[in-house]
């Protein structure tokens, strides 16, 4: 374990298979929740060909996957180690790790001026 309670959490259900646990999303959220938080988050970032986009807190990437998928570019950001893995796996099976990936940053930790 270490010194972030939360993070330990996110990294130890992170390889889990079913979506909802590895998301850390409430338990009961279905399938169907789910794709409508996917439609709904693509409907409000109006994503056009060619556009960056970054997600800070992508998790296991249950909603960067679909972003990367519409975006020119997609940079995830978590401070959970296995969780970015298990998001760069599914960016990875979608087939775009050309131009998307998710980085290990903890970004409430990080210099101003690193940012």
């Known amino acids: ?7 330990d ?23 169907r929740e789910l ?3 996917r439609r709904d988050v693509l409907r409000k970032l109006g994503l056009r ?19 990367a998928v519409s975006a020119g570019r997609y940079v995830g ?3 959970a180690p296995r969780a970015v893995s298990v998001a760069n796996e599914r960016l990875r099976a979608a087939g ?7 980085l290990c940053v903890d970004v409430l930790s990080i210099a101003e001026e690193d940012l």
Do not use: K, W, Y
């Open 77 to 79: 950001l978590d401070f």
């Open 35 to 37: 794709l409508a938080m």
């Open 49 to 67: 060909p060619g556009m960056s986009v970054a997600e800070i807190g992508c998790g296991v990437g249950l909603l960067g996957v679909t972003i």
């Open 1 to 7: 374990m270490s010194d972030n309670l939360v993070r």
């Open 96 to 102: 775009v790790d050309d131009r998307a990936r998710a």
């Open 9 to 31: 959490i996110h990294d130890v259900v992170a390889s889990s298979p079913d979506p909802v646990e590895a998301s850390v999303r409430l338990p009961g959220t279905t399938a």
